[in-house]
């Protein structure tokens, strides 16, 4: 990072203090800078010179949302393209037979790239290039400084800072807003008692192995109709790979500058936290659950490069934007979950909402309603997000439910919050007041079926599957691919009513094919069913409406799905060969 190593900050007021210099604190500078050019920033990072590469920091892959903040918003595309893997999308591989053969689990995923790019990233090189960057365009980046004291006022907030070690001889800025960019420092959450308990207790380890790894490697080379699900050979190892099991998941993530990324997500009540808080206890876990990975460390201690540990680390927060002029960003506020890599559409979400309130306010713009909005906002998406990981992790080594579920996620996903952020509509508070109908039904939807796997998974009661790929089917594909093309406000509202109507039919047809586990049950394939009162308790139907003629038929919905089916997994795993793998297929 190209900062100032010597003295205190060059004037005493700026208009915006940024306090953190990570991946939120520096994308937040470039966006402000672009969005007001003579806006004033100051950005402050406890860290002395450049971050090492690799081994740095997690949070390397990205997804659709975040790959088109850092892409298009912030401006950092020339660098993904150059200096970044790209991304295959996301991969997973569910638990068969020990974990003893890659080629026998059932694996959900794309055959090859897709149309619309993410990409996997190394944390160090990025926010480098990212500090440099902040610095040509005009900010000033104060390096090995620390944030002694925050004094928020009516007037400009006074920030006291400490630079070298010992923290230096204090000294103070003023600035109209003040963003707290610290990640799990929290300085101004703790500062303002604003932590709050999100009901989602899991664990993490990982390390960074120099040489990579290439999870090919573990099928038998004769098996030419698993490598030949990928449109060649070698595409796996561009995917951020999950390897999936009951109360857990592992990620396996390619890096530009050699090393992969490897780490154990695990829920304590299926797997205790000293099963893996050391790298040593790590192994002899791996071993246990997941020995093609085991054997692949063997004799490779000298190619770790690090190993870190966070325990319980998702939380939540009460309020991350103030009419008081500061502001939250990152993981200084709220944190859900590394599956799916939600954190940094986090950070793509809050510092566009802070840029847009920052750049009003600095106009002259009374932003205090804006701001209340924004966070109502903000965290009704965070609570529809939270409910993919809450209670979730015990269906992770269930392929029926879990494949479904990722096909449901992403359609919810790449439908509404990933699309409303590629037209940049979260700030048009016009358009979201228009068309937030569509958005609170399939918000509604989400959580609904979030309880329907649950319920789902519940009467399989332990079935196991092998032998089957997974690819999106055709409506899906469709969705994702709309992320790249360019629609008007019209074609963009006619797409919200759409998808949300696809998701109705997806829920019903789910339900459908669930409810057949159900003791008695027969269903009337044309007898309509409420999309909004789906469950698996028949005690319940009369009572909460499922059959009052509002929904659409299970046959309807069947239509209107199609390819679904090869996520039956009762019907089609073990079976010999797979969907075809079609060029147009797109992944997450």
């Known amino acids: 990072m190209s900062a100032q190593t010597g003295g205190d900050a060059q004037q005493e007021r700026y208009d915006v203090a940024i306090l953190g210099g990570g991946l939120a604190g520096l994308t937040l500078g470039l966006q402000l800078k672009k969005a007001r050019p003579d806006t004033s920033i100051l950005i402050t990072e406890k860290r002395a010179g450049p971050a090492p590469e690799a081994a740095f920091k997690v949070g390397e892959s990205t997804v659709e949302l975040s790959a088109y903040y850092f892409a298009k918003v912030v401006g950092m595309e020339d660098h993904m393209e150059n200096e970044q893997n790209p991304k295959l999308g996301l991969r997973f591989f569910f638990p068969a037979e020990?974990?003893?053969?890659?080629?026998?689990?059932?694996?959900?995923?794309?055959?090859?790239?897709?149309?619309?790019?993410?990409?996997?990233?190394?944390?160090?090189?990025?926010?480098?290039e990212l500090g440099d960057r902040n610095v040509k365009a005009g900010?000033?980046?104060?390096?090995?400084?620390?944030?002694?004291?925050?004094?928020?006022?009516?007037?400009?907030?006074?920030?006291?800072?400490?630079?070298?070690?010992?923290?230096?001889?204090?000294?103070?800025?003023?600035?109209?807003?003040?963003?707290?960019?610290?990640?799990?420092?929290?300085?101004?959450?703790?500062?303002?008692g604003l932590a709050?308990?999100?009901?989602?207790?899991?664990?993490?380890?990982?390390?960074?192995?120099?040489?990579?790894?290439?999870?090919?490697?573990?099928?038998?080379?004769?098996?030419?109709?698993?490598?030949?699900?990928?449109?060649?050979r070698g595409l796996r190892k561009f995917s951020t790979n999950h390897l999936m099991g009951?109360?857990?998941?592992?990620?396996?993530?390619?890096?530009?500058?050699?090393?992969?990324?490897?780490?154990?997500?695990?829920d304590p009540r299926f797997h205790p936290w000293e099963r893996m808080s050391d790298y040593g206890a790590l192994v002899d876990w791996f071993r246990e659950h997941e020995p093609q990975l085991a054997a692949e460390l063997e004799g490779r201690d000298g190619d770790v490069e690090d190993f870190l540990k966070i325990e319980d680390f998702s939380y939540g927060c009460e309020k991350v934007f103030s009419r008081d002029r500061w502001a939250l960003t990152g993981e200084s506020g709220a944190f859900l979950d590394p599956l799916y890599s939600p954190g940094s559409d986090y950070?793509?979400?809050?510092?566009?909402?802070?840029?847009?309130?920052?750049?009003?306010?600095?106009?002259g713009e009374d932003v205090s309603e804006r701001i209340e909005t924004y966070n109502e906002?903000?965290?009704?998406?965070?609570?529809?997000?939270?409910?993919?990981?809450?209670?979730?992790?015990?269906?992770?080594?269930?392929?029926?439910?879990?494949?479904?579920?990722l096909h449901w996620d992403y359609t919810y996903y790449w439908s509404f919050p990933a699309l409303w952020f590629y037209f940049d509509k979260w700030t048009d508070l016009d358009w979201v007041k228009e068309n937030s109908e569509e958005f609170e039904k399939a918000r509604a939807l989400q959580m609904r079926m979030q309880q329907l796997f649950k319920q789902w998974h519940a009467l399989l009661a332990g079935r196991n599957f092998s032998d089957w790929f997974v690819p999106l089917p055709p409506f899906l594909r469709q969705i994702h691919d709309e992320l790249g093309e360019h629609l008007s406000d019209d074609a963009l509202r006619e797409k919200a009513t759409r998808d949300r109507k696809l998701m109705e039919a997806f829920a019903v047809a789910t339900w459908a094919k669930a409810a057949r586990l159900l003791p008695d049950f027969d269903l009337d394939l044309?007898?309509?069913?409420?999309?909004?009162?789906?469950?698996?308790?028949?005690?319940?139907?009369?009572?909460?409406?499922?059959?009052?003629?509002?929904?659409?038929?299970?046959?309807?919905a069947r239509r209107a799905t199609k390819g679904l089916q090869f996520s039956w997994l009762d019907e089609f795993s073990g079976s010999a060969g797979a969907p075809a793998a079609t060029p147009s297929a797109g992944d997450g």
Request: glycine letters at 10%; a negative charge; charged letters at 30%.
């Open 377 to 405: 906002h903000y965290f009704r998406f965070f609570e529809a997000s939270l409910a993919y990981y809450r209670d979730q992790y015990h269906m992770f080594g269930d392929p029926q439910v879990s494949c479904v579920k």
């Open 347 to 363: 950070i793509a979400l809050g510092n566009t909402y802070i840029t847009d309130a920052v750049r009003r306010d600095l106009d």
């Open 98 to 128: 020990g974990n003893r053969d890659i080629a026998r689990r059932v694996e959900w995923g794309s055959p090859g790239w897709p149309p619309v790019k993410a990409y996997q990233l190394d944390r160090g090189r990025f926010e480098n």
């Open 196 to 232: 709050k308990e999100n009901g989602h207790h899991v664990n993490s380890s990982w390390f960074r192995l120099a040489g990579g790894v290439d999870l090919e490697d573990w099928a038998d080379e004769s098996n030419e109709e698993w490598f030949g699900r990928m449109w060649e």
């Open 526 to 556: 044309k007898k309509p069913v409420n999309p909004y009162a789906l469950s698996l308790e028949p005690e319940r139907w009369e009572e909460d409406g499922l059959f009052d003629e509002s929904g659409i038929s299970a046959r309807e």
């Open 246 to 266: 009951k109360g857990y998941w592992v990620w396996l993530i390619p890096l530009a500058s050699g090393p992969i990324s490897i780490g154990l997500v695990a």
């Open 139 to 192: 900010n000033e980046v104060l390096d090995n400084c620390s944030v002694q004291d925050v004094d928020l006022r009516d007037g400009d907030h006074a920030v006291t800072l400490g630079r070298g070690r010992g923290a230096g001889e204090p000294f103070t800025v003023e600035a109209r807003w003040v963003v707290d960019a610290s990640g799990r420092a929290s300085l101004l959450k703790r500062k303002l």
